[in-house]
Each structure stands twice: as structure tokens, then as C-alpha cells.
């Protein structure tokens, strides 16, 4: 699995760069992005800007994620596309679980926003 990553200040943007999240590939994203958290990142925004479909096993890697982020930092979403945000929705991740903002500005103000308080 490709990723694209940079960084804005210590705020971590990842970029999936494949149009599915699978069972073909969750495995392999779920070790990609817990191997960015054990690095050491506490900030992590994911652009699920190019993910067009996502069944079970990628949503189990991103809860994995979520969990493996939690007590560690903080882990947001933006740029979820539509059939993924239904999914989100309608196994109620986006109350509460998964934090999603509608763009990358957004995201990193609010991870930015920790910086702050």
C-alpha cells in the first residue's frame, strides 16, 4: 500500500493513496498507520480523499487505529468521500469515534488547537 505523508509543524497529514480499503489491504494499512503512531506521532490527520469504497475489515482497521491512537495523541479524519461517509454513518462511527472535518484546513486548525489550550 502507498502512502503520501508530509508534515505541518508536528502535525502528521497521511494520505492513502488507493481507491479501496479492503480485506485485500486492511492488513497492510493497519500496520502502515500503527507503525507511524509508534513512531512517536501524536497528531495525525488522515486525508481519506482517495478512498472511494471501504468495507469491514477496513473500517476494523481504522477502529484498530483509533484504539492504538487513544492515551497517545489524537487522530482525525477529513476528505471522507461520500459512500465512505455513509458507511461511517450508518454504523454511527461518526458520533463520537471517528473526529471528521470536512478539509485539511479544518483538520489541522483543530489538531492545532490542542497546541493551545
Known amino acids: 500500500m502507498f502512502f503520501e505523508s508530509r508534515n505541518i509543524n508536528d502535525i502528521l497529514v497521511i494520505r492513502p493513496m488507493v481507491e479501496r480499503i479492503d480485506a485485500e489491504n486492511s492488513s497492510s494499512f493497519k500496520g502502515w498507520m500503527v507503525d507511524y503512531i509508534l513512531q512517536g506521532k501524536e497528531k495525525v490527520a488522515l486525508d481519506l480523499s482517495e478512498v472511494e469504497f471501504m468495507d469491514s475489515s477496513g ?23 461520500p459512500n465512505v461517509g455513509k458507511l461511517f454513518s450508518i454504523t454511527r462511527l461518526d458520533r ?16 492545532r488547537k490542542d497546541e493551545n489550550s
Open 59 to 81: 473500517l476494523s482497521a481504522l477502529l484498530s487505529t483509533v484504539k492504538t491512537m487513544k492515551n497517545r495523541g489524537r487522530l482525525v479524519f477529513f476528505g471522507v468521500r
Open 96 to 111: 463520537g469515534v471517528f473526529e471528521i472535518h470536512p478539509d485539511e484546513q479544518s483538520a489541522v486548525e483543530a489538531l
